[in-house]
């Protein structure tokens, strides 16, 4: 996807991935080898961690739909390619942490979603 038109946001506001059985499967392998590669890239941009998250909860069964969300995090990622964390050495030890939760509104099981962000 080198040649995809960047844009300003990942995912549909809200999106909502399912795992109905009614759903076209796709390659198992290819959708976890993308994801895996994301999750490590989320390292590093946290601005994606969220839709990272969501998409890693199919892999064992990833549908049509999973992997259409999934392809929407890469020209996101085209579009900031200034935007992530770099680390670097230094004197200061100082660590910041701050968490948010999504109480009971994943549609599937009614689990809870939270992310955190930590600063070093």
């Known amino acids: 996807m080198t040649g995809c038109k960047p844009v300003d946001t990942s995912v549909e506001y809200n999106a909502k991935l399912s795992d109905k059985n009614d ?20 390292h590093t941009r946290p ?3 969220c839709e990272v998250g969501v998409v890693s909860q199919f ?3 990833p549908c049509e739909d999973h992997t259409t969300t999934t392809k929407c995090i890469l020209p996101y990622l085209k579009g900031t390619l200034g935007k992530g964390l770099m680390f670097k050495k230094t004197d200061k030890r ?10 009971a509104s994943f549609v599937i099981d009614k689990k809870s979603t939270s992310g955190y962000y930590t600063f070093v």
């Open 23 to 42: 759903r076209v499967p796709v390659n198992k392998e290819r959708y976890q080898r993308l994801v895996g590669k994301l999750i490590y890239l989320s």
């Open 47 to 49: 601005n994606i961690s």
């Open 59 to 61: 892999m064992q069964a």
């Open 94 to 103: 100082f660590v910041e942490a701050y968490t948010d939760s999504d109480w």
